[in-house]
């Protein structure tokens, strides 16, 4: 129902970047969506990928409603819904069947989720096959009653190409990035500065959002301000080179189903140091990563920040180049086609 249009949604996001690559590539991509462009046409193109209006409003309602006959009109060779809202996924199947036409589904995971929960039992059943980014997804989904074979993890993506052409920005030592929102945590971090305030570090913080100023309060009443940039959001392309120049990237957020901002910082060769939470699969990056490793308070994680000053310092890892976007891309259309050709059997 929502897209990256609607506002800043990370699961949105990331399927705004599949369905544009997939477009890219050739394929034709229509997103059924709540509308988000001006005027009264049905649909819009942008990025070579058509959306289609379901809904003038945000009104889950009417979208669940109204969504199979909307389908039933684009007459895809795979649906790919998101599970938001959950009475989606059912509806989509419902239109989907009727046409012998394969259903992904890809769940929208998020704390503290209210939906009555046959909702989610019922939309984790429907599809043919469930997308997670992450194993904490998985086990979440599963709980819900989905087929544990029916399951697939398809991580995140970042620019791996682009990472090893980038510059290197030697601004900071130790990074923080992501939306500075309710889930961010960036106290935990500035309290670990805070624990090695008799070395010698710089660090950046990037990211905006609500709980930017209470940050910057911390880091003053920690008399640390002098010493941490608080940089704003950033585009990856500007995060990479301050990446690239760094040595430790934290993450300390309590909510992620896949840490992006974790992945780009790994692969740009920082050490990662992972504050465990229970709603983040932040933990899955660094779990087999010899120079990564996982903590529980910010005097782990400052610790681990001094441990990390012995490892050499480097600026790509290519331990991460299965994460590239086009590698990660060719998981989406493997699916596709699997869910195609199996559906073909029946």
Request: glycine share 4%; aromatic share 8%.
């Amino acid at each position: 129902m929502t897209t990256a249009h609607h506002g800043d949604d990370w699961y949105a996001h990331r399927m705004r970047a599949v369905a544009e690559r997939l477009a890219a590539r050739g394929h034709d991509v229509t997103i059924c969506c709540a509308q988000w462009w001006e005027g009264d046409h049905p649909s819009f193109d942008f990025e070579g990928v058509t959306y289609r209006r379901v809904t003038a409003d945000l009104a889950p309602r009417a979208f669940v409603t109204r969504l199979p006959f909307v389908l039933n009109s684009v007459r895809p060779e795979v649906v790919h819904v998101a599970t938001r809202p959950h009475l989606a996924v059912p509806a989509a199947k419902a239109a989907a069947r009727l046409r012998r036409t394969p259903v992904v589904g890809e769940w929208w995971a998020r704390p503290a989720d209210e939906t009555p929960p046959w909702r989610r039992r019922w939309a984790a059943r429907s599809p043919d096959r469930v997308l997670v980014p992450s194993r904490t997804v998985g086990t979440r989904v599963r709980e819900w009653g989905a087929d544990g074979d029916a399951v697939d993890v398809i991580p995140d993506s970042v620019d791996v190409a682009g990472i090893r052409s980038a510059p290197v920005d030697p601004r900071a030592d130790i990074v923080y990035a992501r939306s500075l929102d309710e889930h961010a945590n960036v106290e935990e971090f500035l309290l670990a500065l805070a624990e090695l305030r008799q070395r010698e570090w710089r660090a950046v913080v990037v990211g905006d959002g609500p709980a930017r100023p209470d940050a910057e309060r911390t880091a003053r009443d920690l008399r640390i301000a002098d010493r941490v940039d608080f940089l704003g959001a950033l585009d990856p392309a500007e995060q990479v080179p301050i990446l690239k120049g760094a040595h430790v990237f934290a993450q300390t957020a309590t909510w992620a189903p896949f840490a992006t901002s974790l992945l780009r910082a790994l692969a740009c060769g920082c050490v990662g140091v992972v504050e465990y939470q229970a709603e983040s699969a932040a933990h899955e990056l660094v779990e087999e990563d010899p120079r990564g490793s996982l903590v529980t308070s910010p005097r782990e994680l400052a610790d681990e920040i001094v441990a990390a000053a012995e490892l050499e310092r480097w600026t790509v890892n290519e331990a991460y180049a299965p994460y590239d976007h086009e590698t990660v891309l060719d998981r989406y259309v493997d699916c596709y086609e699997t869910v195609v050709d199996d559906y073909g059997l029946f």
